[in-house]
């Protein structure tokens, strides 16, 4: 469910951005609204407690954001908090960012290593990623997994790439033991 809010929302909040001509505006402004709400807990506590009716949580809202964001965000925050959807904030502007990022050609992915890669090796993952996907830059973050033994796994949205020497070792014992002696 928490997925077709933050789909249905994010991909309102595009279109609105879109039409005005301020993705990059927006896509700023979101990205400091989630730095912002992810270092004030109490904001959204406030924001999500049951006793506090709706109108006083758009004042509170209207006082710390109102000047500070554009009116767009502002009118979206609004309707999230007016239809008691606070508790998805956080899933519903990492949706509009990813579908931002998507719109402008920006690949994320996530790449995991048993051993933490040269510069020249991640310009070379980079390189890769470019030259196979349909992508114009990618924004790549780089993890260390010592279980994966070596190889690596490359995570873009919801397609995973495993060329980890434990996938292998792990394949290679399923086939043995599917043999009958």
Excluded at 118 to 147: G, H, P
Aim: charged letters at 35%; one cysteine or more; aromatic letters at 6%.
């Amino acid at each position: 469910m928490a997925k077709l809010i933050s789909k249905t929302y994010g991909d309102a909040l595009f279109e609105l951005a879109v039409e005005e001509d301020k993705i990059d505006v927006l896509l700023e402004e979101t990205v400091q609204l989630q730095k912002i709400l992810a270092e004030n807990e109490d904001f959204g506590r406030l924001m999500n407690h049951p006793k506090i009716i709706k109108e006083e949580k758009i004042k509170v809202a209207k006082t710390v954001f109102a000047g500070r964001v554009s009116e767009e965000l502002f009118g979206f925050l609004t309707i999230i908090i007016s239809k008691d959807r606070y508790r998805e904030i956080d899933e519903i502007l990492r949706y509009f960012v990813a579908k931002v990022k998507e719109y402008k050609g920006i690949g994320i992915a996530t790449v995991t290593t048993a051993v933490p890669l040269k510069d020249s090796q991640c310009k070379e993952v980079e390189k890769k990623l470019l030259d196979t996907t349909r992508y114009k830059s990618m924004e790549i973050s780089y993890d260390v997994d010592a279980s994966l033994i070596g190889g690596m796994v490359i995570r873009i949205g919801d397609r995973v790439v495993d060329s980890s020497i434990r996938t292998k070792l792990s394949e290679l014992q399923k086939d043995l033991l599917k043999v009958q002696i």
